[in-house]
C-alpha cells in the first residue's frame, strides 16, 4: 500500500490532519495534478495525500469501469478525492468513469461555481458571479431506456422525493455557508406537472425554512435565456440533473473560462473534486495546460475539509496572478496578458504570491462561511394509496383510433371500462382529430365502470389488483400485444397520474 505523504512540509502534522485519495488522471492530468499539490503544500494546507490510479491504465488493463478494487478501498477509506481528468478510450465497452463514480458513491450534488474576471479574462458579462447546483443521480440520467416497438423508444424521468431534499436543502444550506443571497429554481413544471412539479414543490417546502435568503422559480427555458443574457441577475441556481448539464455548461462558457471552472460532486459520505475540462491530449505533455480549473476543484475540496484559511489564501494569490498577467496560453491575449507562461511557471508565480490578495477582483473570503452543510436523513411520511385504474400501452402498427377504441370497448372488461386511448400524450379516442399523427404506441386507460367524473376534478372509483390482472388476460386474448403498464393511482386522495391531452 502507498503510504499517505503528508504535503505540508513546514507545518507540524496534527491530529486535525485530513487525507484525501489524489488520482492524477491522463493526458494534462499530472501536469495540472503536479503543479496543484506543490500549490497546496506551500500554502502550508493540513492535508496528506495517497495516490491512486484510475482512468486509461485502468480500462486498458481491462478494467471496464476505469477503476478497481484498491481504488475503491482507498477512496472509501479517505472520504474525500481530488481527481485529475480522465481519457475515456474509444470504443464500445468502457463505461464512464464520472458515472460511475456519481452512482457508486451516492454524489448527488454537482456544484460548479463559475465567476467572471473581467478585465483579465475577456467575458461580456463582467460582474457574473454564479454558482451552479445540479442533481447528479437522477433525472433522465438514471439510464432506464426501453424500445418499445417499431417506431417509438422511451428514456424514464426519474425524479425522487428524497434526491429532491437532498438537492434543494443543499442549494440553500450552501448559500448560507457562503454568505450567498439568493437560491433560484429552475424547472419545467408548466409541462411535467408530476416530475418537475415535485422539484418545485420540495422547494417551496424547504425554502420557507430559510427566509433569510431570496429565493424564486423559474422555467428552464426563458431561465436559460436570462442566463446567457443577465448572468449577473443569478447568485446560486439549483435544478435537475439535464437542465444543470445544459445551463452549468452556458454559464462556463459565459465567464470565457471553461478552462478555469472547478467543480464538487458532493455525498452524504464521499466528496470528489475536478475540473470541468477533460485530459487535453493534443497539449499534453507540453507544459501549456492551464492548472486553474483542478486548482479550483482543490480550493473547494479544502474549504469542504475544513481548511477555509488555505483555501483564501490560494484563491486570493490565483487571483493576483491572473490580475498580475501571468496567464497560460488558452487565456493569453495581447491586451492583458503581461507574460505568456508554461503550468510550472504560472504554479512558480502563484506560490510566490500567497499572502497577497488580488487589487481590483473581489478578494477571497471563503472562510467567513461556514463552509460546513450538514444535511437531516430523509424521513419517508405514510401515505394512503389508491389503486384506481390501469394505462395499458399497446404496440398496434395500425393508424385508426376509432376502430382500436371499438375493438378494446367490446372486450371482456371486469368491472372496467376504456376511459381513453391517447398516442404520443395526445388523445385520439374518443373524439379524436382526423390531423393527430398517430405511430404504432397506444396508451390505453382503464378505469372502473363506475367512474365518476367532473371535468375540473376526475374521481374515480377504486378497484382490485385481480380485476387489472384479468383485463390484460382479457386484453391479450383479444390479439393485442401489450408493450408495457402503469398503474394509476391516488396518494392521500390526490391523484398521481396526468390527464392526456385533451382527456
Ligand atoms: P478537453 O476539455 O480535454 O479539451 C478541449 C479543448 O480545451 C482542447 O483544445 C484542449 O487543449 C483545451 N483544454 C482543456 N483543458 C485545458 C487546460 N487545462 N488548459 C489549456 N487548454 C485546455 O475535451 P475533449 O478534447 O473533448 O476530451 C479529451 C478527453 O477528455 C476525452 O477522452 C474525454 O472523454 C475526456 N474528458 C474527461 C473529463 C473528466 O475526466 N472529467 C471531462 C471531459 C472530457
Redesign the pocket.
Known sequence: MIAAQNMSTEKEPTNRLTTVAVAH????GPE?MDATLRIIDAAGANVAFEPISV?EAQYLSGETSGIGKHAWETIGRHRVLL???????QGKGYKS??VTMRKTLGLFANVRPVQALHPYIETHFPKMDVVIIRENEEDLYAGIEHQQTADVVQCLKLITRPGCEKIVRYAFEYARAYGRKKVTCMVKDNIMKLTDGLFHRVFDEIGAEYPDIKQDTQIIDIASARLATRPEDYDVIVTSNLYGDIISDIAAELAGS??MAGSANIGTNVAMF??????????AGKD???????LNAAVMMLVHIGEAEAADKIKNAWLRTIEDGFH???IYSEKHSKKRVGTNEFADALIERLGKRPVSIPSSFLSEGSGKIALPAFTRKEVKKTLLGVDVFLDWPHTDAKQLGEMLDAAEKPGMKLKMITNRGVKVYPNGHDETFCTDHWRCRFVSSETLTTDENPEYAQVSMPQLLQLLDAIHQAGFDIIKTENLYAFDGVRGFSLGQGE
Do not use: F, R, Y
Not at 481527481?83 to 478510450?89: E, H, V
Not at 475536478?274 to 497539449?283: K, L, Q, T
Not at 501549456?288 to 483542478?294: C, D, R
Open positions: 488522471g491522463d493526458g494534462i495540472i482512468g481527481k485529475g481528468p480522465i481519457t475515456t478510450p468513469l464520472n471553461v478552462g475536478e475540473a470541468i475540462h477533460g485530459s487535453a491530449p493534443d497539449i501549456m495546460a492551464n492548472p486553474s480549473g483542478l497560460t496560453a488558452d
